[in-house]
C-alpha cells in the first residue's frame, strides 16, 4: 500500500513539473528567459517550453501605454494666458 502512495505523489509532482513547463503567452507579450542566471534569449509569441528548475522568466508586455499629462496654465512672451494639455504614448 505505500508504494502505491508514493506513486500517486511522483505522479501528481511530474504533472505539476510539467504544467509549468509550459507558457502560452499572448500576441502582446514576450519573455525573456535566463538559464542559471545567464541570458538564454527571447521568445514567443505562441506557446513556448521552459524548464521549471533552471530557468526564469520575466515577461515583457509590449502593448502601447497612454499617460495623461494634466493641464497646465500658461503665459506666454506676450501675456497671454493659454491652456496647455498633453497625451504621451509610450
Known amino acids: 500500500m505505500p508504494w502505491l502512495a508514493v506513486l500517486v505523489i511522483v505522479i501528481i509532482f511530474l504533472f505539476i513539473l510539467l504544467a509549468s513547463a509550459i507558457k502560452i ?3 502582446y507579450q514576450r519573455i525573456v528567459v ?4 545567464r541570458l538564454l534569449g527571447i521568445k514567443g509569441p505562441g506557446l513556448v517550453f521552459i524548464i521549471p528548475i533552471i530557468d526564469q522568466v ?3 508586455d509590449l502593448r502601447e501605454r497612454v499617460r495623461d499629462v494634466p493641464k ?3 503665459v506666454t512672451k506676450d501675456n497671454v494666458t493659454i491652456d496647455v494639455d498633453a497625451v504621451v504614448y509610450y
Not at 535566463?34 to 542566471?37: E, H, N, Q, Y
Open 25 to 27: 503567452l499572448p500576441e
Open 34 to 37: 535566463f538559464r542559471l542566471g
Open 58 to 60: 520575466v515577461k515583457i
Open 72 to 74: 497646465q496654465r500658461v
